[in-house]
């Protein structure tokens, strides 16, 4: 599909395409997409106190956040971009879906995880500053299940690849492996979603969670 170009905001924005049916775009979350931030995070559910920080803060740093820090600092990443924190999908022209990405020396949590950054690999990225990560999907209730999350991954893997990354990696569930998944689990996004995306599967630290790794 031809690629829709995005409001140019402070020179932040870059090009997503209209990826996934005709009915989904995505674009980078620059601040005068912040509104639409706002109604994907929603008032109920993890999303709305998290605003996306877990990954960001460890220890004592998480444990004094507040749900009004948690957004703010989230506002204060759009609008400090580029690059812009993540994405949103929308869907006829309405905001349905977030993913976060960005380079991974920017999420403490993940660069200390035993999932994200195991001791017993032997191909690991030799560039850490071209390393991005691709850590949180939140899709909006009456959208799941419709390709919004596929739409924010392939939104994902053209955002990285236009800022220079050359590696993007994913921490997903394998709802397979499990007799049940949470919905408050698949925010990490699902194996089988990142695998028809390209990535491959590159570690297995628990029976129901991967690291994945695409070349860019």
């Not at 004592?60 to 009004?68: F, G, P």
């Not at 035993?114 to 691709?134: F, G, H, K």
């Not at 699902?190 to 995306?197: C, E, N, R």
Request: glycine share 10%.
């Amino acid at each position: 599909m031809a690629p829709v170009e995005t409001d140019n905001v402070c020179g932040q924005d870059r090009r997503m395409s209209e990826i996934i049916g005709k009915d989904i775009t995505a674009a980078p979350a620059t601040p005068d997409r912040w509104a639409d931030v706002v109604s994907v995070m929603g008032l109920r559910g993890d999303p709305s106190w998290c605003w996306c920080q877990h990954f960001r803060f460890r220890g004592k740093e998480w444990a004094d956040t507040t749900t009004v820090g948690n957004r703010e600092h989230l506002r204060g990443q759009v609008e400090s971009g580029p690059p812009a924190p993540g994405g949103v999908a929308y869907r006829d022209g309405q905001p349905v879906g977030w993913c976060a990405v960005g380079p991974k020396a920017r999420y403490p949590r993940l660069m200390a995880s035993r999932i994200s950054s195991p001791t017993n690999l032997s191909t690991e990225p030799t560039d850490v500053d071209a390393t991005w990560a691709v850590s949180c999907f939140v899709v909006r209730s009456g959208h799941r299940r419709s390709g919004v999350s596929a739409a924010l991954l392939d939104a994902a893997v053209e955002y990285a690849t236009a800022s220079g990354a050359n590696t993007l990696e994913g921490y997903p569930v394998d709802p397979s492996a499990k007799k049940s998944v949470s919905g408050a689990e698949l925010f990490h996004g699902a194996l089988s979603v990142f695998l028809a995306a390209g990535f491959t599967e590159v570690h297995r630290p628990s029976p129901a969670r991967a690291l994945v790794r695409k070349q860019l």
